[in-house]
């Protein structure tokens, strides 16, 4: 089993940055594969980044492309999402993921076991 709790979210102006964090517990992260993704509102769940449990591979939704990041920190097991530029569609309540290392499919929520409970974020225009 592994317990997510996202942090870092909040309100900010377009053009700004913040950093999200996801720390786990009860395993090590690093042995998982770690995803992020986001519910605007009224919209349904959708993918934003997910990096393979080596990070060895990244993959990122062409939205967030080039302004997102995805980091881990194993020493203390925690994953991050760099967030850059924001703009006002970024709005969203953003949710850390964890699944077993599987070889496919790391951009849907379904594939995923483990969540947090969520972190809104919303930016301003």
């Known amino acids: 089993q592994v317990q997510l709790v996202e942090s870092g979210g909040g309100l900010v102006q377009a053009g700004a940055s913040l950093r999200l964090s996801c720390a786990a517990s009860?395993?090590?992260?690093?042995?998982?594969?770690a995803g992020w993704f986001r519910q605007p509102p009224g919209k349904e769940r959708e993918f934003v980044v997910a990096?393979?449990?080596?990070?060895?591979?990244?993959f990122y939704a062409d939205s967030v492309k080039g302004r997102f990041s995805i980091s881990r920190d194993n020493a203390k097991n925690t994953v991050y999402l760099q967030m850059n530029t924001l703009k006002p569609e970024d709005t969203a309540v953003y949710y850390c993921?964890?699944?077993?290392?599987?070889?496919?499919?790391?951009?849907?929520?379904?594939?995923?076991?483990?969540w947090g409970q969520g972190t809104q974020v919303t930016v301003s225009s």
């Open positions: 990096e393979s449990w080596s990070g060895g591979r990244t």
């Open positions: 009860g395993r090590t992260f690093n042995s998982y594969d």
């Open positions: 993921a964890a699944r077993r290392r599987e070889p496919t499919r790391i951009r849907e929520a379904s594939e995923y076991a483990y």
